[in-house]
């Protein structure tokens, strides 16, 4: 078994010397090793190869000169493994004729070394055959399935099995995938007369481009062929690759279906933290093409008089809200979430019920949504936060159309058409910098209860400028301001203006529309609203009880599945 | 008061509504800069350096002045060649730096990471990107880069040309040289002459290129020859003015100015004082405008950076009498290129040959092939009995550095260095 991580590999090469050549698709749990032996901030991906390198038993990887992480990849391989075949093949950004003959030496060269290190040896005659007989790995993009109706093309860097599988469950169909070695590899025979190697190696180069080719322009043609078949595009990308947030910086405002950017840092740790954008974002592409929820709600339908519950249970507060068939709030209330997700449903489901004085048989639907929307058992339903944020503001004000909402641990923006669907959003998460959670700290670093943070900022006197993004050092800023006698009230109100610094960048990338609303827990915050009004130039709308739009949403695609 | 940071916000105020206005600000400002370095710099800077920091500030001034006579590159580009179309290179490196000079950057790296650009990046491209996204930087006649060691170059120079339409060649170079990818290389060079000659009007001299490598290898031997002076002899300088030094080693290379200044620095570190203090190796770039580093590292006896790697990445004599090939091979063996133990290896020999205490390699925020390689060099230089310290942080955005953090890191490192305990100057 043989690694190899990227489309320009000689794959065939490989298998007419009678190796096992296996795409490397790592999911890890940590990155113990790599960020030893590597460095914590190169490409997850890399990082990921390594681990699964040292955890198996490999005979060796073949890499390509693909990108920066993986060059040091295998030096670093190089200097560890002495034993295996480490090897990297300087695959030319040209597709010229020059390029192929280079491209064509450096495959001999390999296949070479292979069979000095093996003992396998490389025939043209094994090569034409699989050129011939071979129709090519069979990659799961494309496959596709007339019966499904949601199309979604995938883009980007490479993606493991964890979004594809993502993807089946919710029933969008993948129409292409061109994530970095997700498209087919087909080959054809070179002609008569024709140098085998150097036909075949020129193929390799004229495969539909990566990011690393110096001419893109066989891409742009594909990438057009392929959102002409999708209602949408999931553009993925990994943690500390940067290649490919070029092409969706320019893809997502050139292309007429909408892009969702998705990052993940191949752990499966990730797998759970993307499933809420990508559910999200299906449901926006469900709703615009009038297709039905994909997933089917399991309530009393049809009934006249109806009870719903919302429950949207984040990170750091559970909110629930009863709503009858006139969409009147019965109840509604909000506990801190405890360790476990499901008792602190049960229990907030216990109380709005009580203070509403209906028994639980009463309900016809219960809708959960939120980051632990999946961990609640008597939820009928699940729909995402992004969703029910979206229907939620328009409850209270049917003339929002950008909603930032910042939570306890994430906080994103969402933009809306006039019709109140979801066309945009962004999310912040995995890092604290611009969330409650950020909130918390620098509350507790200036000695102040964190409801005391915002009436203590508007006394403000002096401009004072947090600069860090990072939360662990703008805590340290902090205490040097503190240490400097600086006034609270000043720096709580740089904190503000850090946190409004975020927000309005979270505001950017979706394109804001007016009217604005914000919501969540840190809306409470008097500090926080004048420093987003500010950053923004234009005021915010609050509700009452801003931590619950997202229960009420939910509520509200409660009453419309019974209703449909 | 800063007076870089005041005429800075005077700029930041233009950009939203009137960024022409506040590009015109930023040249009006190198120009500025220019003139203060020739006559009023820094008593303490040695007059080569003056010399450079003047010149190295003006040539950009001038070229962001007259944009169709200025081109968009990489620090590795061939200047030599272009200087013979009458372009200057700019490489966005250069624009990104100059610009946090004014303490612009945190606008230009949030204005690219919202219209997508990883924040992950290095923060060198998200500058320029977001600069030019402002609309504060002139397009150029074009753009020329080269595939080697940073993977931002390819697609940031490609993200040029889809947005702003600035007409991009890519330069591929290979890992290792081989006679074939020689040829490989000239075969592209000859392609970019013909892209030059359609775009400047002006016919490929080929004696005015062999003129420049001659003028390159000498500036070479100078520099070699001040940098064997500078072990017995001491000679103030800053981590800016490493930085600068990049102007006349690599954007530069081959003019008459930059020949001129290393035979001024060879002659002048001779008059200096017998050298004294702690001798450092930088490995990468130098974050000028750190703080801690600041006070331990600038115009201070002792402790100073004598040399670097990236001023250092290519030394060998070139063959005035095939320039392409020389060219070709320039950039096929610089250090930097193909595989890291190439790099390892020259930083060792370096350290070695220009006597230097111990290294330190600054693993700027965003540079992978830099970051990726840290602990193998650290090992080679441990074999080669040379202690590294590892710095990771910044070398650009104020806003991604923490002081505390690097001053702990750096005392310590000079602790174990040895000498007198760490003291600023």
């Known amino acids: ?564 | 008061m800063n007076v870089a940071k005041v005429y800075g916000d005077a700029v930041r105020r233009r950009i939203p509504d009137r960024p022409e206005r506040a590009g015109e600000l930023i040249r009006t400002g190198l120009h500025l800069e220019s003139f203060r370095c020739a006559h009023f710099a820094d008593r303490r800077m040695p007059k080569a350096y003056r010399f450079l920091n003047s010149k190295a500030v003006g040539v950009v001034g001038d070229a962001l002045s007259h944009p169709e006579s200025y081109a968009w590159t990489n620090i590795f580009a061939p200047a030599e060649l272009m200087q013979t179309f009458g372009l200057t290179c700019v490489s966005m490196e250069c624009l990104a730096s100059y610009l946090s000079g004014f303490w612009l950057e945190d606008c230009f790296i949030d204005r690219a990471e919202d219209v997508g650009i990883a924040s992950t990046l290095c923060s060198y491209h998200k500058n320029f990107i977001g600069a030019v996204e402002a609309g504060v930087i002139p397009k150029p006649a074009l753009g020329v880069t080269t595939s080697m060691v940073c993977d931002g170059n390819v697609n940031t120079f490609r993200y040029m040309k889809r947005r702003f339409g600035v007409e991009s060649c890519v330069l591929d170079i290979p890992q290792e040289w081989s006679p074939e990818g020689e040829r490989y290389v000239v075969e592209q060079l000859r392609g970019l002459i013909g892209v030059l000659e359609h775009r400047t009007g002006r016919k490929y001299d080929e004696d005015a290129l062999r003129e420049a490598i001659r003028r390159e290898n000498r500036s070479k031997e100078y520099f070699r020859d001040a940098l064997r002076r500078r072990v017995t002899h001491s000679y103030p300088n800053t981590l800016t003015l490493v930085l600068f030094l990049l102007l006349a080693t690599h954007l530069n290379i081959g003019s008459q100015w930059v020949l001129d200044f290393f035979r001024m620095l060879d002659e002048e570190i001779e008059t200096y004082p017998p050298a004294t203090g702690k001798r450092l190796f930088w490995i990468h770039i130098t974050p000028y405008s750190q703080p801690t580093l600041q006070s331990y590292l600038n115009y201070n006896d002792r402790y100073a950076v004598v040399c670097d790697d990236f001023n250092l990445d290519y030394m060998e004599h070139m063959d005035e009498e095939h320039p392409l090939e020389a060219l070709a091979r320039k950039m096929i063996c610089n250090i930097y290129n193909g595989p890291f133990e190439r790099k390892a290896e020259a930083c060792a020999a370096y350290a070695k040959e220009f006597r230097c205490d111990a290294a330190v390699e600054f693993c700027h925020w965003g540079c992978k092939q830099s970051a990726g390689g840290a602990m193998l060099l650290k090992e080679k230089m441990r074999q080669t009995g040379i202690p590294m310290l590892i710095l990771d942080g910044d070398a650009l955005d104020r806003r991604n550095n923490h002081d505390g953090q690097i001053r702990t890191r750096f005392e310590a490192f000079l602790e174990v260095v040895g000498g007198e305990k760490g003291e600023a100057g």
């Open chain 1, 1 to 564: 078994m043989i690694g190899y991580v990227c489309k320009y590999t000689p794959v065939e090469v490989l298998r007419a010397m009678g190796a096992d050549p296996v795409l490397l698709e790592p999911s890890v749990t940590d990155f113990n090793l790599a960020d030893t032996l590597l460095h914590p901030n190169i490409c997850s991906y890399a990082k990921s190869v390594l681990e699964e390198f040292a955890g198996k038993n490999y005979e060796g990887v073949v890499l390509t000169s693909c990108c920066d992480s993986i060059r040091r990849l295998y030096d670093t391989l190089r200097a560890r493994y002495r034993q295996k075949f480490i090897w990297l093949l300087d695959v030319p950004r040209h597709d010229s004729e020059a390029a192929a003959q280079l491209n064509a030496g450096q495959i001999r060269r390999m296949a070479e070394a292979y069979a000095a290190f093996s003992g396998k040896t490389f025939s043209e005659d094994a090569l034409r055959e699989i050129l011939l007989c071979h129709a090519g790995d069979f990659r799961p993009g494309a496959e596709i399935s007339s019966t499904r109706n949601l199309r979604v093309a995938l883009m980007g860097n490479r993606c493991g099995s964890g979004l594809r599988n993502l993807l089946a469950d919710c029933g969008a169909q993948v129409v292409a995938d061109l994530t970095c070695a997700g498209e087919e590899r087909s080959f054809h025979l070179p002609g008569e007369g024709e140098d085998l190697l150097a036909g075949y190696a020129g193929q390799l180069l004229r495969q539909v481009p990566c990011l690393r080719m110096a001419d893109d322009t066989a891409r742009e043609e594909r990438i057009g062929l392929i959102t002409a078949q999708a209602d949408g595009v999931i553009y993925h990308t990994v943690k500390f690759c940067d290649i490919y947030s070029y092409e969706y910086a320019v893809l997502r405002d050139r292309l007429k279906i909408p892009v969702l950017k998705v990052e993940t840092d191949t752990t499966r740790q990730c797998e759970g933290q993307i499933r809420t954008r990508v559910e999200a974002f299906l449901e926006s592409l469900a709703a615009a093409k009038g297709l039905r929820p994909i997933r089917p709600a399991a309530g009393k339908r049809g009934e006249k008089h109806m009870t719903v519950v919302g429950i949207d249970s984040g990170s750091t507060s559970t909110n629930a809200v009863v709503m009858n068939e006139k969409k009147e709030i019965l109840a509604s209330g909000s506990i801190r979430t405890g360790a476990k997700t499901s008792a602190s449903a049960e229990k907030i489901l216990a109380d709005v019920l009580r203070q509403a004085g209906l028994p639980r048989e009463n309900v016809d639907l219960i809708v959960s949504t939120g980051y632990g929307r999946v961990s609640i058992p008597f939820a009928d339903r699940s729909v995402t936060e992004i969703s029910c944020h979206g229907k939620g503001a328009r409850y209270f004000d049917p003339q929002v159309r950008t909603i930032l909402d910042i939570g306890g641990q994430d906080s994103k923006a969402i933009r809306l058409s006039e019709a109140g669907e979801v066309e945009d959003f962004v999310m912040n998460d995995k890092c604290a910098a611009g969330t409650g959670r950020f909130l918390e700290a620098m509350a507790r670093t200036l000695e102040l209860e964190i409801s005391e943070l915002g009436p203590t900022a508007l006394k403000s006197t002096e401009a004072v400028e947090i600069s860090s993004m990072c939360t662990v050092f703008a805590e340290s800023e902090v205490i040097s301001l503190i240490a400097r006698n600086q006034e609270k009230a000043d720096i709580a109100n740089g904190v503000h203006r850090a946190i409004a610094g975020k927000a309005y960048s979270l505001l950017s990338r979706v394109g804001p529309e007016p009217e604005f609303m914000m919501t969540g827990g840190v809306a409470r915050n008097p500090g926080v609203v004048r420093a987003v009004e500010e950053k923004l130039g234009a005021k915010l709308f609050l509700c009452e009880d801003p931590e619950i739009v997202g229960a009420v949403g939910a509520a509200l695609y409660g009453l419309e599945s019974l209703e449909a």
